[in-house]
């Protein structure tokens, strides 16, 4: 079924992950949804929610919640479980007893993680013929799986995908360091963190690692590119667009 | 009546300790944790890749344990309801209190009250001093730890000995522990033989067993000879007034039984109503400690030898300790107090995998430390801790009594720039940030700034130098923007 | 010096939070210390104690006695302290003890002696009850407390009719109304994995212990 699908790109998207927004967009787009960006839309609030510091957090929330409560019910996709998470289950703690907590619900009940979004209808992606030879490590967000209890829905995605091997990881579901301020805040255990992520990668043998947050991603890809892993490092979304290429 | 010197004389059993074979005790109450960062504290750690591993290898093989022994039974069950024994407990406390003690009196343990660390140190030296005590054995108390105990007793002249295995290592290096748990989870096989071989003055086998066996005498003499122990307790139980505890190497009951006097530390929290709260709490608390069905020793203890029994200590005291625990009552922070100390949380925590425990600063480590040292020491001294995890929700997902880690970690962040504790620098940051990203348009416009100054400084779409602003995270680590070839 | 009264003010001071009532505890909970629906306590109780490095030996009521020597012999024992928890097997097994040549004494004549107590090699003990679910044996100050850890070797003689289900079973019931000062558990012998996780038996208490399963 087709729809029309509201994609909010996040603010990591804007700065440094331009591209996962738009493979997000071709993939939509490709199974036929009507796809609208929201306009005016700056961050979830999540830096100084997760920082302690509630008020700019609120500030800068209540702005994308007037661009994301538009009077519809459309659903409203992101590339990002960690963003997801925020928007669906922190902000009805941070708008709590304030005039902006009805229109935060009627958000949280609209916002899907753009890999939940898809294993809706497994069956449409496949009828798109996604093709890739390659080995594939998942690595889960730990808002996604922790937070959302999203574990199945992007293995269903990637399954659709024809030619491409998932190979379980070590490590998958241990948090890869990135933790928003902390990487920037504890720069040599985050590294720390993610060297024993990378580690497993490598010693697994796989051809890309995968996520759907590009929370993650930032930190694994930034940090594999500086060592020179040979693993190539892919969203979701990314991966997808490439397949139906 | 003085101290008496202990007895060194090796008829008695086993073999002295040779004389200065401790080193002096660690303080962990005398560090403040603002002087240094918790990464500066990492870095110990972080430098020793060997030790990263064996902390890796040793947590992931008791969470695997962990999930085998509760694989169908209805482990979630068990929990919820551990969680409402605790929960329970602790808002009823001041009645179960009231209830433990009078229970224990009449059984005859004498119970003391201990407000604060300070005063759990003359409570128990006292103790001590009035009875001539020249030996104490301890068995691994973590509220011991958080008072500084061994270094008081120390200081009034009193031989410690610290008779769990890890500890004793700890405790002749001058060490501190660094988990729960395991105490000596940062140290290597070669430099316990390298310790146990200078103690005793030969070259021991490099084996586990043999080392174990070196330690196994010197503690045995000390056992026979020790005029008191001291242990700690993992639970009160209000209904029978008594103390339980668990170990594994016997040490703890040995401790309980052979000194005339038996002196246990314990926080006020550790209480349960009933004793049949046991049969939720016991198997959690071992399965998610060690996966262990049961631990092999599980003493509970309801006073002094009693009459026609043929051992056991002829006085017990029992020192309760608040040291900040009452303040937590009905708060925010309340749920921290429901931490029955199983490791669980340390164990899965990434951070602590990467750091070891000593990075925390103080006497707990791990998820749980980041918590209560904030809150035992308050947020001058501890506040940063609440920083040092990624929020990534481990510890919630494996808490035997479902402590939500998570909130209290960021009720924590909360309450450090609720109370102005945040540095001025990231307090700037962040309203700076809200004022820029409250509006779109500004929103856009420093969202393009930001584009074009790392588009000038990516080459081919990766950014791999040092980015003002970004300069401690891109120390390590490129941003890449476009796609890596 | 704080006492009774200002210590309980401090704790009763704050408010009181949510209380979500303390659950009934009349049935055993689901948990890993608990006897399964169908399962033998008997069979249990030896698997699991064998789990955790027990030697379980069945024996009937008129062998016990002889039993308790040949595994005394069988660990190499020469001095050996037995507890008055035997109750009626304590003179049987004085008995074959001594034909079997070892040194027999009481433990509650040896308990006070350190000397003596530390030169023990072994130690047999009765029980008041044992946990089919956790492979545990359970004593009591009546025991000794350090009974069943001071020697190197413990022999225990449980009855098929001490054994209860499991933990709940235990701590819920009657059956520690004879527990007198303490009780104990122990499950198979000391153990130490402190040093690199590395198993080690024997560390504080005994390295070895024998479970006689009288039925």
Sequence with gaps: MT?????????????????????????????????????????????????????PARAVAAATLRALDDGTDDPIVLPSGSCTSMLRLHWRELFHGRPEAEGAARVARRVRELSAFLADDPAALRALGPRLDVRVGYHDSCHMLRELRLREEPRTVLAQVEGLELVPLASGERCCGFGGTFSGRYPEVSTAMADSKIADVDATGVDLLVSADPGCLLQLEGRMSRTGSPVRVRHVASLLREALA | MSATTPREDAEVGGRPLPPGWAAPAHQPGADSLADTTFEERARENLARPFQRTAIANATDHTVFALQRRFAGTAHDALRDEARRIRAHAIT????????????????????????????????????????????????KSMASEEVSLNSALEGAGIDVVETDLGEFVVQAMGDRPSHVIAPILHRTQGEVHELFSAMAGEDLPDDPEALTGFAREGLRHAFLTADAGISGGNFLIAETGEVAMVTNEGNGRLTTSLPRIHIALVGIEKMLPRRTDLAVLLPLLTGHGTGQQITTYVSVLGGPRGAGEPDGPEEMHVVLLDGGRSALLGGEFEEALHCIRCGACQNVCPVYRQVGGHAYGWVYGGPIGAVLTPLFRGQADGGELSHATTLCGACDDICPVRIPLHDLLLGLRRRRVAEDVAPLSERLAFRAWGLAWRHPATYRASTAVARAGLAVLARDGVVSRRVPGLARWTATRDLVLGRRR | MTDRASFMAAVASTPRGHDPGLPDRAAAPDAPTELRAGESPLDRFQTEAEAVSTIVERVDAAGAASAVAAALEAAGAGAVAIAADLGDLLEPVREACRSAGLQVDDYADVAPERARAAALDATVTGCLAAVAATGSIVTTGATGRAAALIAPTHVCVV?????????????????????????????????????????????????????????
């Design chain 1, 3 to 55: 729809r029309r699908v509201r994609l909010f790109t996040t603010c990591l998207a804007d700065v440094v992950a331009r591209r996962t927004a738009d493979d997000a967009e071709h993939v939509l787009r490709a199974l036929g949804h009507d796809v609208e960006r929201v306009h005016g839309a700056t961050c979830c609030g999540q830096p100084a929610f997760n920082s302690g510091f509630d008020e």
């Design chain 2, 92 to 139: 009823n406390l001041p009645t179960y209190l009231e209830q433990w003690v009078d229970r224990a009196e009449a059984r005859g343990t004498q119970v003391h009250f201990a407000a604060d660390e300070a005063e759990a140190r003359r409570i128990v030296a006292g103790l001590c001093a009035e009875r001539g005590v020249g030996r104490v054995v301890k068995s």
């Design chain 3, 159 to 215: 009855r098929a009719d001490q054994v209860v289900d499991g933990l709940h079973a235990l701590v819920d019931g009657d059956v520690l109304a004879a527990a007198g000062s303490m009780f104990a558990l122990q499950s198979g012998p000391s153990r130490s994995a402190d040093i690199e996780k590395t198993l080690i038996l024997g560390v504080h208490g005994p390295g070895r212990v024998h479970v006689l399963l009288v039925v």
